[in-house]
């Protein structure tokens, strides 16, 4: 009955740099709920990621907002208008740790409709006839 977090993290060039795909560690109560664990999982990788970059390269650059790609409108409305309503109080700091970063535009996030999700492919089952665009997505295939 848990989730399945899953996600890309590409660089500027659309190249995939690192990827996650496991089982939720708690139960998500809905589907914004674990799209929200999801992003959030997401955003620690890709701060992380680029902190890494930066310390490798030497170089101090100014903040480049993380943009991420989300399939659910109530997660993403969530996060974007600040409103913090009693279905969502569960979620605590992670909550707000991910709402201060948005409201500070280091992380921007945007919608993207679920068939062009990237890493739905490890989230969920594929139908025979969408496993090549998922390949494809990933640039396993032409």
């Known amino acids: 009955m848990r989730s399945t977090t899953g996600f890309v993290i590409l660089d500027q060039y659309g190249a995939i740099v690192h990827w996650k795909s496991q089982r939720q560690k708690t139960l998500a109560t809905s589907t914004a709920d674990a799209e929200f664990n999801t992003t959030a999982l997401a955003v620690e990788e890709g701060i992380w990621l680029s902190k890494v970059q930066a310390e490798l390269s030497g170089?101090?650059?100014?903040?480049?907002?993380?943009?991420?790609?989300?399939?659910?409108?109530?997660?993403?409305?969530?996060?974007?208008?600040?409103?913090?309503?009693?279905?969502?109080?569960?979620v605590g700091v992670r909550y707000f740790w991910l709402r201060e970063l948005v409201c500070e535009g280091e992380v921007r996030i945007m919608y993207l409709r679920t068939d062009e999700m990237i890493a739905d492919g490890?989230?969920?089952?594929?139908?025979s006839g969408k496993h090549p665009g998922f390949t494809r997505m990933?640039?396993?295939m032409s």
């Not at 100014?62 to 569960?90: K, W, Y």
């Not at 490890?122 to 139908?127: D, N, P, S």
Request: charged content about 20%; hydrophobic content about 40%.
């Open 59 to 90: 170089e101090v650059k100014e903040v480049i907002p993380i943009s991420v790609f989300n399939d659910n409108q109530a997660c993403i409305a969530s996060l974007m208008n600040g409103r913090f309503r009693a279905s969502t109080r569960h």
């Open 122 to 127: 490890w989230t969920k089952g594929l139908e």
């Open 138 to 140: 990933l640039s396993m």
